[in-house]
Nanobody, 114 residues
Framework: VQLQACGGGLVQAGGSLRLSCKAS????????MNWYRQAPGKQRDLVANITSGGSTNYADSVKGRFTITRDNVKRTAILQMHNLEPEDTAVYYC?????????WGRGTLVTVSS
């Protein structure tokens, strides 16, 4: 199983970024895809997820600003982030549960300057 995440970078407060996570080695269409983030000195927290049926769930801190979508043909999960705040600065990780294990992509750094 491989998860390839990309799209992080440096952006000013109020800006937007789009993260993508391409999965291989799993039956993508039947899996829930998760995005987590970990800020310096803090625990890793769930940001958003999307089920195989397209139902979504968001952390309260990102509701109304972030949108998670999936493209089953491209085997990709997308996290579109708008109106970014300095508090969104973190390493973002995609995650998928598969056959009793959780797999993690290499994180991508998002830095939001004030």
């Amino acid at each position: 199983v491989q998860l390839q995440a990309c799209g992080g970078g440096l952006v000013q407060a109020g800006g937007s970024l789009r993260l993508s996570c391409k999965a291989s080695g799993i039956v993508f269409s039947i899996n829930t895809m998760n995005w987590y983030r970990q800020a310096p000195g803090k625990q890793r927290d769930l940001v958003a997820n999307i089920t195989s049926g397209g139902s979504t769930n968001y952390a309260d801190s990102v509701k109304g600003r972030f949108t998670i979508t999936r493209d089953n043909v491209k085997r990709t999960a997308i996290l579109q982030m708008h109106n970014l705040e300095p508090e969104d600065t973190a390493v973002y990780y995609c995650n998928v549960p598969w056959r009793g294990r959780h797999y993690w992509g290499r994180g991508t750094l998002v830095t939001v300057s004030s």
